[in-house]
Protein backbone atom coordinates (compact mmCIF):
# COMPACT_ATOMS: atom_id res chain seq x y z
CA UNK A 1 0.00 0.00 0.00
CA UNK A 2 1.07 3.52 -0.69
CA UNK A 3 3.58 5.22 2.18
CA UNK A 4 1.44 8.30 2.12
CA UNK A 5 -1.90 9.37 2.17
CA UNK A 6 -3.22 13.14 1.38
CA UNK A 7 -5.99 14.49 2.78
CA UNK A 8 -8.66 15.58 1.56
CA UNK A 9 -8.90 13.57 -1.69
CA UNK A 10 -10.23 17.09 -3.28
CA UNK A 11 -10.72 20.49 -2.45
CA UNK A 12 -12.36 23.44 -4.14
CA UNK A 13 -11.52 26.97 -2.67
CA UNK A 14 -12.01 30.31 -4.05
CA UNK A 15 -9.52 32.44 -4.90
CA UNK A 16 -8.06 34.65 -2.33
CA UNK A 17 -8.25 31.78 0.09
CA UNK A 18 -6.23 29.69 2.20
CA UNK A 19 -5.44 25.94 1.10
CA UNK A 20 -4.32 23.25 3.48
CA UNK A 21 -3.28 19.75 2.74
CA UNK A 22 -2.46 16.65 4.85
CA UNK A 23 -0.66 14.08 4.41
CA UNK A 24 -0.08 10.85 7.18
CA UNK A 25 2.96 8.16 6.28
CA UNK A 26 3.77 5.40 8.50
CA UNK A 27 7.49 4.65 8.85
CA UNK A 28 10.64 6.47 9.64
CA UNK A 29 11.91 9.28 7.13
CA UNK A 30 14.49 11.11 6.16
CA UNK A 31 12.38 13.67 4.53
CA UNK A 32 9.45 14.22 2.79
CA UNK A 33 8.84 16.23 -0.33
CA UNK A 34 5.89 18.43 -1.60
CA UNK A 35 4.92 18.01 -5.85
CA UNK A 36 2.73 19.57 -7.52
CA UNK A 37 1.23 18.01 -10.86
CA UNK A 38 -0.79 20.03 -13.52
CA UNK A 39 -1.76 18.87 -16.90
CA UNK A 40 0.22 21.46 -19.04
CA UNK A 41 3.76 20.91 -16.64
CA UNK A 42 4.04 17.58 -15.02
CA UNK A 43 5.23 17.19 -12.25
CA UNK A 44 7.07 19.57 -10.11
CA UNK A 45 9.41 19.74 -6.58
CA UNK A 46 7.57 22.35 -4.13
CA UNK A 47 9.54 21.61 -1.13
CA UNK A 48 11.46 19.23 1.04
CA UNK A 49 11.13 19.44 4.97
CA UNK A 50 13.85 16.70 6.50
CA UNK A 51 13.23 14.94 9.44
CA UNK A 52 14.83 17.19 11.92
CA UNK A 53 12.93 20.08 10.63
CA UNK A 54 9.66 21.62 12.07
CA UNK A 55 8.67 24.11 9.43
CA UNK A 56 9.86 25.35 6.69
CA UNK A 57 8.11 28.22 3.69
CA UNK A 58 8.37 28.83 0.28
CA UNK A 59 6.92 32.00 -1.00
CA UNK A 60 3.18 31.39 -0.47
CA UNK A 61 4.21 27.77 0.83
CA UNK A 62 4.53 26.25 4.20
CA UNK A 63 5.15 23.05 5.10
CA UNK A 64 5.05 21.36 8.65
CA UNK A 65 6.04 18.05 9.80
CA UNK A 66 5.01 16.44 12.80
CA UNK A 67 7.74 13.17 13.24
CA UNK A 68 5.45 11.74 16.30
CA UNK A 69 2.37 11.88 14.52
CA UNK A 70 3.74 11.11 10.95
CA UNK A 71 2.28 13.45 8.95
CA UNK A 72 3.38 16.63 7.03
CA UNK A 73 0.66 19.72 6.13
CA UNK A 74 1.14 22.28 2.95
CA UNK A 75 -0.65 25.38 3.36
CA UNK A 76 -1.06 27.68 0.34
CA UNK A 77 -2.08 31.43 1.16
CA UNK A 78 -3.91 33.57 -0.88
CA UNK A 79 -4.61 30.83 -3.37
CA UNK A 80 -4.94 31.72 -7.44
CA UNK A 81 -6.45 30.02 -10.04
CA UNK A 82 -3.13 29.28 -11.62
CA UNK A 83 -2.74 27.27 -8.13
CA UNK A 84 -5.01 24.65 -9.55
CA UNK A 85 -3.28 21.27 -9.50
CA UNK A 86 -2.75 17.94 -8.14
CA UNK A 87 -0.66 17.77 -4.98
CA UNK A 88 1.12 14.70 -3.72
CA UNK A 89 3.48 14.16 -0.90
CA UNK A 90 6.48 11.99 -1.23
CA UNK A 91 8.53 10.58 1.41
CA UNK A 92 11.67 9.42 1.61
CA UNK A 93 11.64 6.16 3.99
CA UNK A 94 15.03 5.91 6.63
CA UNK A 95 17.31 3.63 5.25
CA UNK A 96 16.48 3.96 1.93
CA UNK A 97 16.99 5.70 -1.33
CA UNK A 98 13.17 5.46 -3.05
CA UNK A 99 10.41 7.65 -2.23
CA UNK A 100 6.66 6.49 -1.90
CA UNK A 101 4.70 8.99 -3.01
CA UNK A 102 0.76 9.45 -1.49
CA UNK A 103 -3.04 9.58 -3.73
CA UNK A 104 -2.52 12.98 -4.16
CA UNK A 105 -5.27 16.07 -3.36
CA UNK A 106 -6.99 17.52 -6.41
CA UNK A 107 -6.84 21.50 -5.46
CA UNK A 108 -9.49 23.51 -7.91
CA UNK A 109 -9.04 27.77 -7.21
CA UNK A 110 -12.03 29.41 -8.57
CA UNK A 111 -11.89 32.74 -9.95
CA UNK B 1 20.01 23.95 -18.63
CA UNK B 2 18.34 20.72 -20.47
CA UNK B 3 15.64 18.81 -18.14
CA UNK B 4 14.92 15.23 -17.43
CA UNK B 5 14.03 14.04 -21.29
CA UNK B 6 11.69 10.82 -22.34
CA UNK B 7 10.77 9.21 -25.52
CA UNK B 8 8.38 8.72 -26.82
CA UNK B 9 5.49 10.45 -25.14
CA UNK B 10 2.68 8.41 -26.47
CA UNK B 11 2.92 4.81 -27.33
CA UNK B 12 0.37 2.70 -28.62
CA UNK B 13 1.16 -1.06 -28.75
CA UNK B 14 -0.71 -4.07 -29.32
CA UNK B 15 -1.36 -6.67 -25.97
CA UNK B 16 1.44 -9.13 -25.79
CA UNK B 17 4.14 -6.88 -27.57
CA UNK B 18 7.27 -5.86 -25.99
CA UNK B 19 7.76 -1.94 -25.31
CA UNK B 20 11.22 0.06 -24.19
CA UNK B 21 10.84 3.15 -23.07
CA UNK B 22 13.83 6.04 -23.03
CA UNK B 23 14.64 8.32 -20.29
CA UNK B 24 17.89 10.83 -20.39
CA UNK B 25 18.16 12.61 -17.00
CA UNK B 26 19.66 15.57 -16.31
CA UNK B 27 23.47 15.51 -16.93
CA UNK B 28 25.62 14.95 -13.70
CA UNK B 29 22.52 13.45 -11.95
CA UNK B 30 23.53 10.22 -9.99
CA UNK B 31 20.25 9.19 -9.20
CA UNK B 32 17.41 7.36 -11.66
CA UNK B 33 13.81 7.11 -10.89
CA UNK B 34 11.09 5.27 -12.70
CA UNK B 35 7.42 5.53 -11.91
CA UNK B 36 4.03 3.85 -13.30
CA UNK B 37 1.40 6.43 -13.35
CA UNK B 38 -2.30 5.30 -13.28
CA UNK B 39 -5.16 7.29 -14.90
CA UNK B 40 -5.94 9.58 -11.39
CA UNK B 41 -3.85 7.15 -9.19
CA UNK B 42 -0.75 8.21 -7.67
CA UNK B 43 3.00 7.35 -8.69
CA UNK B 44 3.90 3.84 -7.94
CA UNK B 45 7.71 3.45 -7.48
CA UNK B 46 9.65 1.32 -9.72
CA UNK B 47 12.93 0.71 -9.94
CA UNK B 48 15.89 3.16 -8.46
CA UNK B 49 18.90 3.63 -10.03
CA UNK B 50 22.21 5.34 -7.89
CA UNK B 51 25.49 5.60 -9.82
CA UNK B 52 26.94 2.60 -10.52
CA UNK B 53 25.54 0.55 -7.30
CA UNK B 54 23.24 -2.03 -7.78
CA UNK B 55 19.48 -0.65 -8.82
CA UNK B 56 16.33 -1.10 -6.17
CA UNK B 57 13.86 -3.18 -8.19
CA UNK B 58 11.64 -3.55 -5.09
CA UNK B 59 8.58 -1.84 -7.00
CA UNK B 60 9.00 -3.77 -10.30
CA UNK B 61 5.76 -5.18 -10.33
CA UNK B 62 6.38 -8.54 -12.77
CA UNK B 63 9.59 -9.89 -14.12
CA UNK B 64 8.17 -8.89 -17.18
CA UNK B 65 8.84 -5.33 -16.25
CA UNK B 66 12.86 -4.46 -16.44
CA UNK B 67 15.38 -1.24 -16.25
CA UNK B 68 18.78 -0.57 -17.37
CA UNK B 69 21.15 2.21 -16.80
CA UNK B 70 24.75 2.87 -18.43
CA UNK B 71 26.46 4.72 -15.70
CA UNK B 72 24.72 7.88 -14.84
CA UNK B 73 23.42 8.42 -18.36
CA UNK B 74 20.14 7.62 -20.08
CA UNK B 75 17.87 4.55 -18.66
CA UNK B 76 15.59 2.34 -20.55
CA UNK B 77 12.36 0.10 -19.03
CA UNK B 78 11.66 -2.33 -20.95
CA UNK B 79 7.78 -4.17 -20.73
CA UNK B 80 7.95 -7.86 -22.58
CA UNK B 81 4.37 -9.01 -23.54
CA UNK B 82 2.35 -6.22 -22.54
CA UNK B 83 -1.22 -6.63 -20.99
CA UNK B 84 -3.91 -3.90 -21.02
CA UNK B 85 -3.28 -3.22 -16.83
CA UNK B 86 0.73 -1.75 -18.19
CA UNK B 87 -1.29 1.09 -19.51
CA UNK B 88 -0.24 3.90 -17.69
CA UNK B 89 1.49 7.21 -17.93
CA UNK B 90 5.53 6.30 -16.82
CA UNK B 91 7.83 8.43 -15.46
CA UNK B 92 11.27 8.77 -15.07
CA UNK B 93 13.16 11.56 -12.50
CA UNK B 94 16.85 11.96 -12.05
CA UNK B 95 18.58 14.11 -8.44
CA UNK B 96 21.84 15.05 -7.12
CA UNK B 97 21.79 12.23 -5.16
CA UNK B 98 19.17 9.58 -4.20
CA UNK B 99 16.59 9.86 -1.20
CA UNK B 100 17.92 13.44 0.08
CA UNK B 101 17.46 15.38 -2.57
CA UNK B 102 14.56 16.73 -4.73
CA UNK B 103 13.79 14.97 -7.78
CA UNK B 104 13.33 16.53 -11.38
CA UNK B 105 10.64 15.12 -13.78
CA UNK B 106 10.19 14.16 -17.20
CA UNK B 107 7.15 14.69 -18.75
CA UNK B 108 6.54 10.94 -18.64
CA UNK B 109 5.64 8.76 -21.92
CA UNK B 110 2.09 7.55 -22.17
CA UNK B 111 1.43 4.15 -22.73
CA UNK B 112 -1.60 2.45 -24.25
CA UNK B 113 -1.56 -1.29 -24.73
CA UNK B 114 -4.70 -2.30 -26.85
Known amino acids: SQQGEEDPQALSIQEGENATMNCSYK?????LQWYRQNSGRGLVHLIL?????REKHSGRLRVTLDTSKKSSSLLITASRAADTASYFC???????????FGTGTRLKVLA | GAGVSQSPSNKVTEKGKDVELRCDPI?????LYWYRQRLGQGLEFLIYFQGNSAPDKSGLPSDRFSAERTGESVSTLTIQRTQQEDSAVYLC????????????FGPGTRLTVT
Open chain 2, 27 to 31: SGHTA
Open chain 1, 90 to 100: ATGASGTYKYI
Open chain 1, 27 to 31: TSINN
Open chain 2, 93 to 104: ASSTSGGRYEQY
Open chain 1, 49 to 53: IRSNE
